[in-house]
């Protein structure tokens, strides 16, 4: 025999019928044992393997991937995210095909279509910073759709966003409640609906106690880690600045970073915890949500899509949490 | 017209030739730039789009997805390593399906028969803890394969490494050449070839200073940052150790863990670089190999080999770097 054997190879080789063969390789488990057994030894002897590449192109069958498209896993929050969506998505029997958008629109426009090409059987989309086009331009079908971290302009998507103003105007709050009146916010361009969201809550917690914003103190132009550095530095240097909310991770190792080399820490609470909080001494205070949770939530939404749930698009906010762990008051 | 347009669709609106329209999909650019044209038009109204799973079962033509296997993507140099894996595929057209073994031979093995199944064109792999099947029982035909960190058994496979025993053996000598006599060694099992190496260096760096081994010392059970906290707790409280070498990112952070734990802190150096390393101060000494470039090393030569090329299989070990933070000489 030449080329790869096909299942009707099998059959022959085990003496059953093809949907038979068909049914053993789909997992099923209602099959007279020595018939399993025959069509075992023959997938064995044949070295059949199933070709899910050609079973997602017939009708009625899937790929078992999906596409995942988060703005870049170098980040941990974004690692730590993938890693609970594709541990979910295995435990179900599906792999995820996952890409950075670097926040890019034209990346993120490439890379949905790339997966469509793909024929990923659902799509689960961290929306970048800069907008890319409208997903009614999207040509259909659209295979199910999860939006996860940030929302975007799809109304069937399922959307999966934390409580960002709230656990902003808390964590805010907690550095008012100390005494602190000139707090910093730190964070990355308003452009992205979680800092805008969460830039809106550090304003609510200030006007809570009756302080009016001061917007020389919000830095809204950390993308990394080193960019926050430079900014807290310049805020230290030149300002009055008395504490920092760090509006996400990259903004609180960036403040790290500007008090060690100033060898001065201000109180400082941030968004989204980091391994750096607990090493720091005292840890990093910060508000977070469960990142596992999120993801087990974005891979459960696609699966019961996948599974053939027709319920009416869903919109979950995760709540967030404050961690206390010293940095709020030194 | 009902279903999916076909590119004999696209040809028949364009008025142009099947295998012109072909060229035009796959990007050919020597295409008459009025037919090309035409094309667009009729792609764009007939909203037809490319199907890879089809195209990757038939002759010569190929899914466009390398399948990755590391062992935990939640661990920072994991992550680091995908994503330069994932971000120089993109740039060659070709996406990543990436998923993790836990360090399980057991699911290692069925990822990889997945990933087959699933027709990637090739397979990088961080071959896990736990052996699973040997590679000479994997039915053929076995596409391009890479082992990245850690070597197996798959003589027609490239490997890349990093140079593990040199590196260890430069931090340990580092920390006797600071007077240190009572250097702990805090990593993972054994089982694992760089663990395996790292070890081999440690020793050696005494051995050259005429230090016996003491493996009372030498813990390596710690698999997690937590558990690597707990062995480094242990040390402080039961033993005379006077500096600690880290062999891998998650001992160093559990080393950090534990010295802030017991208020006091011994000199230290790591095994690859970590985020904390600069927010500790003094910083943390490293040695560590450039991540990014082991993974564009990992895309290149998988990429050569779907490019054609039938060279030798190849072994290449990157080398280590020392980075002096200050954490050698506290």
Redesign the interface.
């Known amino acids: 025999m030449t080329g790869n054997p096909t299942m009707n190879d099998v059959a022959r080789e085990a003496g059953v019928a093809l949907k038979t063969v068909s049914r053993f390789v789909n997992g099923e488990t209602n099959i007279n044992p020595v018939l399993a057994g025959r069509i075992a030894d023959a997938i064995s002897t044949l ?1 059949y ?6 079973a ?2 017939r009708p009625g069958w899937t ?3 999906i596409g995942l498209i988060i703005s ?3 980040n ?1 929050y974004y ?2 995210l ?2 609970a969506i ?2 979910f998505a ?1 435990e179900r029997g599906y ?6 958008s670097d926040e890019l629109g034209t990346q993120h426009d490439r890379l949905v ?7 990923v059987d659902g799509l689960i989309v961290v929306p970048p910073r800069d907008p890319g086009r409208p997903w009614s331009a999207v ?2 079908p659209i295979p199910p759709l999860v939006f996860v971290d940030r929302p975007a302009d799809f109304p069937q998507a399922d959307v999966i966003l934390a409580d960002n103003a709230g656990g902003a105007r808390a964590a805010t709050a907690e550095l008012l409640a100390h005494g602190r009146r000139r707090v910093a916010f730190v964070g990355d361009a308003l452009g992205i609906s979680t800092m805008r969201e969460r830039h809106a809550g550090y304003r609510a917690a200030l006007e809570d106690v009756g302080i009016a914003a001061d917007e020389t103190i919000v830095r809204t132009d950390a993308h990394s ?1 080193r960019q926050a550095a430079v900014a807290v530095a310049e805020l230290l240097a030149k300002t009055d600045i008395d504490a920092v909310f760090a509006a996400n991770n990259r903004a609180s ?1 960036g403040a ?2 500007a008090f ?1 080399d100033a060898g001065r820490r201000l109180p400082l609470i941030g968004f989204d915890d ?3 909080a ?4 005292p840890g990093v205070s910060v508000v977070s949500h469960d990142i596992v949770e999120m993801g087990r939530r974005a891979a459960e939404l696609t699966l019961d899509r996948l599974a053939g749930s027709d319920r009416e698009p869903a919109t979950i906010v995760l709540p967030t949490r404050l961690v206390l762990r010293g940095s709020e008051r030194i």
């Open positions: 070295g393997r199933r070709n899910l590449a050609a997602s192109i790929s078992k991937t870049d896993l170098a941990p690692s730590a993938t890693s594709e541990s295995r792999l995820v095909i996952s890409s950075s279509d790339r997966l469509m090409e793909q024929r040509t259909p880690s190792v790290l970073l060690r980091f391994e750096a607990l090493v720091s001494s």
